[in-house]
């Protein structure tokens, strides 16, 4: 059996010690969240979009939850972000899911509970907001949608 540390921990554990890098240790974790009322027929169409809250520059995201009633027989959405207006930060439109279907009962997505999507633990060098967009049509015509963001800033 074999004993190994991490990046943080050798570093930690040198003579001297090396600092670890901004924000990889003892940061400041913030929550940001937003709400969105579907009222009508809207998001029945895939050219659909809703805009969220920020992600500021700098924010390394530790979570995305999103939070919905039955929003209807159907429908699935692409949840990512547009890119920052200083185009530093690319638009990953499904960065946080890809086709993530909330039809049906109430549905709780995580962004921990997925694999190998971008936005995981990704550190953002620009602002940027959250968009989630109509990737198949849905049927309601009422509900909400919550997100939520968890993020460290360096």
């Known amino acids: 059996m074999a004993d ?6 050798t570093n930690r554990d040198a003579e001297p010690s090396v600092n670890a890098n901004p924000g990889e240790e003892y940061v400041r974790k913030f929550i940001s969240y937003d709400s969105f ?6 998001l029945n169409s895939s050219s659909d979009t809703i805009t969220f809250m920020k992600i500021p520059k700098g ?12 929003l209807g027989g159907t429908g699935t959405m692409n949840i990512g972000w547009a890119a920052s207006s200083d185009g530093v930060e690319v638009a990953d439109p499904d960065g946080f899911g890809a086709a993530v279907d909330l039809s049906g009962q ?6 921990s509970d997925q694999v190998g999507l ?9 602002e940027v907001e959250v968009q989630l967009a109509v990737a198949a049509d849905f049927t309601a015509t009422s509900g909400d949608i919550e997100v939520l963001v968890e993020y460290a800033v360096y």
């Open 4 to 9: 190994y540390k991490a990046t943080n921990k």
């Open 106 to 111: 109430a549905n709780h997505y995580k962004l």
């Open 37 to 42: 009322t579907i009222t009508a027929a809207l």
């Open 118 to 126: 971008a936005g995981t633990f990704k550190k953002f060098s620009a």
């Open 59 to 70: 924010a390394r995201v530790l979570d995305l939850q999103l939070v919905c009633g039955d």
